[in-house]
C-alpha cells in the first residue's frame, strides 16, 4: 500500500470521507523523504508541518542537562508534529528525529485548516488525531515523573513491545533515562524476573 493509500485508509477508519474530501486530502499531502538520523523538527524551529509517517520510525527528545532525554517513539500509521509549535507559530523546544529511514507525508498550517474549513468531516478526523496525541504525550509526561527506571522500563517493554528489535539500546536507555550500561542491569534483573 503505497503512502497515500495508507493515509486515506487510516482516516476512513476513523470516519467515512466523501470522494470530495479525499481528493483534496491527497491534493494537501506532498510526500517527504528522511534519512535515518535526519530530523523532521530541531528545537528552536517552527513547527510548520504534521507529518503523517507512512514508513518507518521516529524520536521525540528534549535536552536535558546537556543529554538527550527520550519520551516518545513513533511508527508508521502515526501522525508526528509539535502540536503546539504548529499551532501558535512559536519555536519548538522539541527534537523530532528519524531512527529509521522514513516516508512520510506532511501538510503545512494553511492546507490543514482548509482542510477544516472546507469539509465535513475534517474537523472530527483533526480532534481525533490530536486527542489521541494529547493522550499519548500525557501518558508520558506522568510516567516521567512517576515511575522509577524500572517500572519505566516495563512500561517501554508493555507499549512498545513490537519496535523492541528497531529501537537502538542506547535510545532505549535514553527513553528509560539511564546510561546504556545501566539498562543492561535493568534488563538483566528484569528478564530474572519474568522467568
Same mark, same amino acid.
Given at each position: ?69 527520550? *519520551?516518545?517513539? +513513533? !511508527?508508521? #500509521?502515526?501522525? $508526528? ?11 519548538? =523546544? ?21 482542510? *477544516?474549513?472546507? +469539509? !465535513?468531516? #475534517?474537523?472530527? $478526523? ?11 504525550? =500525557? ?57
Amino acid at each position: 500500500m503505497d503512502a497515500l493509500a495508507f493515509l486515506l485508509h487510516l482516516l476512513n477508519q476513523i470516519t467515512p470521507l466523501e470522494e470530495s474530501e479525499q481528493e483534496l486530502i491527497a491534493k494537501s499531502f506532498k510526500p517527504l523523504s528522511l534519512k535515518k538520523g535526519e530530523y523532521f523538527l530541531q528545537s528552536g524551529e517552527v513547527n510548520k508541518h504534521v507529518g503523517f509517517l507512512a514508513k518507518g520510525l521516529v524520536r521525540y527528545f528534549v535536552f536535558k542537562d546537556h543529554d538527550e532525554s527520550t *519520551f516518545i517513539f +513513533t !511508527k508508521e #500509521g502515526e501522525f $508526528i508534529a509539535d502540536y503546539q509549535s504548529f499551532n501558535n507559530n512559536t519555536k519548538s =523546544v522539541q527534537n523530532i528525529q528519524a531512527i529509521e529511514d522514513c516516508e512520510l507525508l506532511v501538510i503545512d498550517y494553511k492546507s490543514v485548516q482548509n482542510v *477544516f474549513n472546507t +469539509t !465535513k468531516n #475534517g474537523n472530527l $478526523i483533526g480532534r481525533l488525531i490530536v486527542e489521541h496525541r494529547f493522550d499519548v504525550m =500525557v501518558h508520558q509526561l506522568l510516567a516521567i515523573y512517576m515511575q522509577n527506571h524500572e517500572e519505566r522500563y516495563q512500561s517501554f517493554v508493555t507499549h512498545y513491545s513490537d519496535l523492541n528489535q528497531r529501537i537502538p539500546q542506547y535510545l532505549i536507555a535514553s527513553y528509560v533515562g539511564v546510561k546504556p550500561e545501566s539498562l543492561s542491569r535493568i534488563r538483566r534483573r528484569f528478564a530474572k524476573g519474568v522467568s
